[in-house]
Nanobody, 125 residues
Framework: QVQLVESGGGLVQAGGSLRLSCAAS????????MGWFRQAPGKEREFVAS????????RYADSVKGRFTISRDNPKNTVYLHMNSLAPEDTAVYYC??????????????????WGQGTRVTVSS
């Protein structure tokens, strides 16, 4: 069992940067792929980024590619999402997720084994 707690959300101006953190607990953490998803008001939850358990492989949604960076610090049991060049379209609740194997919608990760409670990111225009 894995517990995930997100932090780092808040209000940021367009063009600014923010770093989200996901603190994980549980002995299965190192064997889990990790990812970030987000859900804007009135929209479905969407994939943002993922990282393999070793940190060797990453994947990004096209909408954030080149702007967001996912990283993992296993000794600290923490996954990060560095968000740069933020735009109002990035406003959403961001959720951390962990999975032994992602469930896919098409070729995009969509379901996970564990989810955090989410942290809200608001980008002002």
């Amino acid at each position: 069992q894995v517990q995930l707690v997100e932090s780092g959300g808040g209000l940021v101006q367009a063009g600014g940067s923010l770093r989200l953190s996901c603190a994980a607990s549980g002995r299965t953490f190192v064997s889990s792929a990790m990812g970030w998803f987000r859900q804007a008001p009135g929209k479905e939850r969407e994939f943002v980024a993922s990282i393999s358990w070793s940190g060797g492989r990453t994947r990004y949604a096209d909408s954030v590619k080149g702007r967001f960076t996912i990283s993992r610090d296993n000794p600290k049991n923490t996954v990060y999402l560095h968000m740069n060049s933020l735009a109002p379209e990035d406003t959403a609740v961001y959720y951390c997720a962990a999975a032994l194997q992602w469930g896919y919608s098409g070729n995009v990760p969509a379901s996970a084994d564990y989810w955090g409670q989410g942290t809200r990111v608001t980008v002002s225009s």
